[in-house]
C-alpha cells in the first residue's frame, strides 16, 4: 500500500469502505477499511512489523484488521485527523501503526506504554470525495477492477411475478459495453461548463449593477438634502425680499402722506389769509 500520484492512480484503488464496529480488543469502537478494488481489509500480520526507526514496507497479510481510530461516528469527532491503531498481545500491551514513507506505507509495533513517543503515525481524516468524472473503460472495467463489461444489480431486485429486468436480464447476468458518447445533449460536460460560466457572468453583471444602483441611490439622498436647504433658503431670501419690498412701498406711502399733508396746511392757510381781507 503506497501513496501514487492523482493522475496515476487506478480509481476502484483509491476507493475505501470504512466500517465501524465493537471490538474489545480495540477497547470501544473500532474500524475496518476496505479497499473496493480488492474487496480485502487493511491487514497486518504483527509478526512482520517494524520495530525502531528503519521501517521497510510490509505486504498486506492476514492478521490484524480492526483499528481504533476515531472515537465517534458522526460530528466533531471527524474533524480532526486521527492515526489507526491496532492493539494486540495477551494483555493487549502493544500496539502497531502504520507510517508512511518515501517507499510505501509500512507498519510499525510498540509497547502501549511507548504511544506518546511515536509522532510520526500516519493519520487519517474521513473527506467528502470530489466527483469523478467516469468514462466508458471506468464503467466497462467496474471501476478498474479487472472486469471487461458492466454488469448491473439491483437490490431488491424486481419481483419474479413481475417483467423481467432488462438492465440484469432473466438471469441476472446480462452485461452491456459502453461506448463513449457521440454529440452532445442538454447534460453534456461542455454544456453543463458553459451554463454555470453564463450564471458566473450574470452573476457578476447583477454585482456590479446592484453597486452602480447602491451609488446612484446614495447620491439622490445627497441630492435630496442639498435641494431641502437650497429650498429654505430660497423661501429665506424671498421672504426678506418681500420685508424690503413692504419697508419701501410703507416708506412711499408715510412720504405721500406728509406731502398731501403738507398740501392742506397751504391751502387752509391761504383760505384763512383770504377771509382776513
Known amino acids: 500500500m503506497k501513496f501514487v500520484p492523482y493522475g496515476q492512480a487506478e480509481l476502484a484503488k483509491t476507493l475505501w469502505e470504512i466500517k465501524a464496529t465493537d471490538s474489545k480488543d480495540e477497547k470501544g469502537l473500532a474500524f475496518q477499511f476496505y479497499n473496493v478494488s480488492t474487496g480485502l481489509p487493511i491487514s497486518i500480520d504483527v509478526s512482520k512489523a517494524n520495530v525502531g526507526e528503519n521501517l521497510t514496507v510490509v505486504e498486506m497479510a492476514q492478521g490484524v484488521n480492526t483499528w481504533s481510530w476515531m472515537r465517534g461516528v458522526e460530528g466533531d469527532a471527524l474533524l480532526t485527523p486521527k492515526a489507526i491503531e491496532s492493539f494486540f498481545g495477551a494483555e493487549r500491551d502493544s500496539v502497531v501503526t502504520l507510517i508512511?514513507?518515501?517507499?510505501?506505507?509500512?507498519?510499525?509495533?510498540?509497547?502501549?506504554?511507548d504511544m506518546a513517543s511515536v509522532a510520526s503515525n500516519l493519520q487519517v481524516k474521513p473527506m467528502e470525495a470530489s466527483?469523478?468524472?467516469?468514462?466508458?473503460?471506468?464503467?466497462?472495467?467496474?471501476?478498474?477492477?479487472g472486469k471487461s463489461?458492466?454488469?448491473?444489480?439491483?437490490?431488491?431486485?424486481?419481483?419474479?411475478?413481475?417483467?423481467?429486468?432488462?438492465?440484469?436480464?432473466a438471469d441476472g447476468k446480462r452485461e452491456f459495453k459502453v461506448v463513449p458518447a457521440v454529440g452532445e445533449n442538454s447534460l453534456s460536460i461542455g454544456s453543463v461548463a458553459d451554463a454555470k460560466n453564463d450564471v458566473a457572468d450574470k452573476q457578476t453583471?447583477?454585482?456590479?449593477?446592484?453597486?452602480?444602483?447602491?451609488?446612484?441611490i446614495e447620491n439622490l439622498v445627497s441630492l435630496d438634502g442639498s435641494f431641502g436647504e437650497v429650498k429654505i433658503k430660497w423661501e429665506e431670501a424671498k421672504q426678506k425680499h418681500q420685508d424690503a419690498v413692504d419697508t419701501r412701498d410703507n416708506a412711499h406711502t408715510m412720504m405721500l402722506l406728509q406731502i398731501l399733508e403738507h398740501i392742506l396746511k397751504k391751502e387752509v392757510s391761504i383760505i384763512a389769509n383770504m377771509k382776513v381781507h
Not at 508512511?100 to 506504554?113: E, I, L, S
Not at 466527483?131 to 477492477?145: E, G, I, S, W
Not at 454488469?151 to 436480464?169: M, Q
Not at 453583471?205 to 446612484?216: F, G, H, I, P, T
Request: hydrophobic share 35%; charged share 20%; proline share 5%.
Open 131 to 145: 466527483p469523478v468524472r467516469l468514462n466508458a473503460y471506468d464503467l466497462n472495467t467496474m471501476l478498474q477492477t
Open 100 to 113: 508512511n514513507t518515501p517507499n510505501g506505507v509500512a507498519a510499525r509495533k510498540y509497547a502501549t506504554k
Open 149 to 169: 463489461k458492466l454488469h448491473l444489480t439491483f437490490t431488491p431486485n424486481v419481483s419474479k411475478d413481475a417483467n423481467v429486468n432488462e438492465f440484469t436480464g
Open 205 to 216: 453583471n447583477y454585482d456590479q449593477l446592484k453597486e452602480e444602483l447602491s451609488v446612484a
